[in-house]
């Protein structure tokens, strides 16, 4: 009987980060061994980071990693280990798995399919290999397979599928199945963004295919936010005859997370308890978020985040995002392994004298750094709700007035134009010189402290430009740009409910307000614009389906969301907003990349600048019954 051990890791890398991804790599070679683990699957592109970019272009970087391969076959005596790598051959980029057995290299699979669809761009750098090819390529003096093939390591015959080749209909493990090669694994090194539900759609495509195709299938993914927008939930999943013999709790904290199963490969296998691993949306939110930011903060060398806390939803997410953060890292990490990472190490002598709850707040004061920033429109109300939040996670909570900046900008323009401004005649003057007037100081703060400044705004605002460039926009990463504000207001009664955090009761108590408008004219957000969930349900339709103003129309209207009036008033409203404010869209700070889509014109959404904002369609939609 053939029974042994396999595995998959996934791991934490950084693009051109040569030190730590070979030695995160190394680290997983060795964990596999002390399991007794004899294959090992690692991520795609796992030696130069899936996110270099136009610099898988230079001619220097894919040799650079070629050259870590025998350091990497040194560490493998014993098992069978995939690492990925691009390699040039014949004037070309490929996206490459080399496998390695027992210190030797044996051979190179060439990914076959690749991904240019939402955020990714992979034909701009690489060429897939044709289906069915098989070459060799010299290296280091000796020729080695090249292509599409299969390997002979551990007793066991190995193909492959990088990623994307498992997404498509005409994949790469059906050709094998039609050949009749009667493999016993199948590795997947992957580098697969994350997105919500996107880890059921994985399991789907994994699981059943090993039981129609015969073969062991072992799936291994990035973890971590590697580049700076896209996050890797560090999926790992081993099947075998459909059954999902074991799986990773996603989003950890490590830079290596190793998964193993013991396989049967001439019987059923033993199936044991899996991984806890809920994929509700409000979890996969705060897992995959907290994660993305604590490996920005550290990979940046940030000492701290810094904050404008102004007591509504928005502010209030990303805070909470930084609370979580700190209680994961602890529970994962610990206290002293925690503060390596983010380079911090000389906080553990005092911290370490803490416990529970004392050690999360007082941690919670060197991470996150706050400001309410009032002005004479600032209500009580919004104060309060900054104050205790910032106080129940333990962030340091400043607060000042900046009414004497602001009125010294209106005094000058005052001046210049030789006339009093009024709300009457300036309203969007006078809201946005407040919002304006917060970033010099907050900036200034930012400085000093050594942080990251956050920004946060979210995505419905991007939609419609319900902004201020340079205000409350300011900040060098915008951790919720990728999720629309009803979302977020309802992710925030969850928070309170069910990660109980009982301040948020403030905040999930208030009407969403830029508070930029005296108290008197009572101003809410969804006055200025339309309810948040009709701008979600047009977004959906309008953004990621692309579809015309009458179409979005037609769709809605059989929901019944609205009056057919009042409907056709907030499409029509959405569109124009939409269309004039792509130059806000171009400048929001990078945001991390959490749905099945976004707004931001560097990732997955480009519009042009400059358009026909729709006008004749939106002439059309006028006259729709």
């Not at 493998?76 to 490459?96: H, R």
């Not at 050594?450 to 419609?464: C, F, I």
């Not at 059989?558 to 869209?585: C, G, M, V, Y």
Request: charged share 25%; with cysteine; net charge negative.
């Amino acid at each position: 009987m053939r029974e042994m051990i396999v595995a998959g890791a996934a791991l934490n890398q950084t693009p051109m980060q040569w030190e730590e991804n070979v030695a995160n790599i190394k680290r997983a070679i060795r964990e596999a061994k002390d399991a007794n683990v004899k294959i090992l699957c690692l991520p795609e592109l796992c030696i130069t980071g899936y996110g270099c970019e136009d610099w898988f272009l230079s001619d220097w970087l894919a040799d650079k990693a070629l050259s870590f391969l025998p350091e990497i076959a040194a560490e493998t005596e014993g098992i069978a280990v995939c690492v990925g790598l691009p390699m040039w051959k014949k004037g070309k980029l490929y996206n490459v798995a080399a496998l390695i057995n027992e210190q030797e290299v044996v051979g190179f699979y060439a990914k076959q399919h690749l991904a240019n669809e939402g955020v990714h761009y992979e034909p701009r750098w690489f060429t897939a290999w044709p289906e069915g090819k098989q070459s060799s390529i010299e290296w280091n003096g000796r020729h080695y397979h090249f292509g599409d093939d299969f390997f002979e390591v551990q007793g066991l015959k190995v193909g492959f599928e990088i990623c994307e080749d498992a997404w498509v209909e005409d994949r790469p493990a059906k050709h094998y199945f039609e050949r009749g090669w009667e493999l016993d694994v199948v590795l997947n090194p992957s580098a697969s963004h994350f997105a919500f539900g996107k880890s059921l759609i994985r399991e789907d495509l994994i699981v059943p295919a090993s039981k129609q195709y015969g073969f062991t299938y072992i799936y291994a993914n990035l973890l971590g936010n590697e580049a700076g927008r896209m996050i890797y939930d560090g999926d790992i999943f081993i099947a075998q005859q459909g059954k999902l013999l074991q799986r990773s709790s996603r989003m950890s904290f490590k830079n290596v997370d190793l998964i193993t199963a013991k396989v049967n490969f001439d019987g059923e296998s033993e199936q044991p308890e899996l991984n806890p691993d809920p994929k509700d949306k409000n979890t996969e939110f705060i897992k995959a978020s907290s994660l993305a930011m604590f490996d920005y903060l550290r990979k940046t060398w940030s000492k701290c985040f810094v904050l404008s806390l102004s007591g509504g939803a928005d502010s209030s997410t990303c805070a909470v995002l930084v609370g979580e953060l700190v209680q994961r890292g602890l529970r994962e990490l610990g206290l002293k392994r925690f503060l390596e990472k983010i380079h911090r190490e000389d906080l553990f002598s005092a911290l370490s004298q803490l416990k529970g709850e004392d050690l999360r707040k007082a941690l919670g004061k060197e991470v996150l750094v706050t400001a309410y920033q009032g002005t004479v429109n600032s209500s009580d109300d919004t104060f309060n709700s900054a104050k205790a939040l910032a106080e129940e996670i333990g962030a340091n909570f400043h607060h000042w007035l900046i009414d004497e900046e602001v009125n010294s900008y209106t005094d000058k323009v005052e001046k210049a134009l030789g006339r009093k401004l009024s709300w009457e005649q300036d309203d969007i003057a006078l809201q946005n010189i407040q919002a304006r007037s917060r970033a010099p100081i907050i900036w200034m703060l930012t400085n000093v402290t050594g942080g990251l400044l956050l920004t946060t705004s979210n995505r419905s605002e991007g939609d419609v430009g319900y902004a201020t460039m340079d205000g409350d926009t300011s900040g060098s990463i915008a951790p919720i740009a990728g999720v629309d504000k009803y979302f977020v207001l309802n992710w925030l009664q969850w928070a309170e409910d069910t990660l109980g955090y009982q301040s948020l009761n403030h905040v999930n108590n208030l009407n969403p307000s830029a508070e930029l408008r005296p108290l008197e004219r009572v101003q809410t957000d969804e006055d200025d614009l339309m309810p948040y969930f009709v701008i979600q349900a047009i977004e959906r339709l309008a953004i990621k389906e692309r579809k015309s103003p009458q179409q979005v129309y037609q769709e809605l209207s059989e929901e019944a969301l609205e009056p057919a009036d009042l409907l056709k008033l907030h499409i029509t409203k959405f569109f124009r907003l939409w269309s004039r404010n792509q130059w806000k869209r171009e400048r929001i700070a990078p945001s991390f990349h959490l749905d099945d889509f976004n707004v931001d014109s560097r990732t997955w959404c480009r519009f042009p600048i400059i358009s026909g904002s729709f006008q004749q369609e939106l002439k059309a939609l006028e006259n729709l019954p």
